[in-house]
């Protein structure tokens, strides 16, 4: 979900927070990995508008390898066609796994939870503007780490603390909207 914003300030405001988010989450992911029996890797994936079908998304695919390779004078209409098509929103992923036991965690969700207060809300009624959460920034506008480093710890540890033990069953109950079962691939 990509999200809207209802100001310039607004807009603003999470330019300045994301990158910093994305660092301490990143960080403090590191941290708990190494508390924990759980190993961790991450993964660039594309998330397509709904309703895109598989066919069109192929069609992207190819024709960004077709661009690679491409002569220079083939570049400007391959390119042309593939900016009719449905694009894609980039995304990054934590996978996590302990034994047999495996669990994806969307971490662009993760920095959005930190970075807005009403990031449940924005889920619920797509098109609902983004808050900021202001408390993460100091006076003068800048990042407050002090602020950022407890939320996102907070958050992070929260994540891990929803995970079972190696002798607990994986269950519905300890998988909420920042982490996704994916134990029965």
Request: glycine fraction near 4%; charge should be negative; include cysteine.
């Amino acid at each position: 979900m990509k999200p809207t914003f209802s100001s310039s300030e607004s807009w603003q405001q999470a330019s300045i927070l994301m990158q910093p988010v994305f660092i301490r989450l990143i960080d403090n992911i590191r941290k708990q990995l190494d508390e924990t029996g759980w190993k961790g890797a991450y993964r660039d994936v594309q998330r397509w508008p709904d309703g895109t079908p598989p066919e069109t998304q192929y069609r992207f695919q190819k024709l960004q390898e077709e661009i690679s390779h491409a002569s220079p004078e083939d570049v400007p209409e391959l390119q042309q066609a593939l900016e009719a098509l449905p694009q894609p929103i980039p995304g990054y992923e934590l996978l996590l796994q302990d034994g047999d036991r495996h669990i994806t965690v969307d971490l662009w969700e993760v920095c959005y939870t930190i970075c807005f207060l009403n990031y449940e809300a924005m889920q619920q009624t797509p098109g609902t503007p983004a808050i900021v959460d202001s408390g993460l920034l100091d006076e003068s506008g800048q990042v407050d780490w002090n602020q950022l480093n407890d939320k996102t710890r907070q958050i992070v540890s929260d994540i891990f603390a929803k995970l079972p033990q190696s002798d607990q069953p994986l269950t519905d109950s300890l998988v909420d909207e920042s982490l996704a079962d994916e134990s029965n691939e």
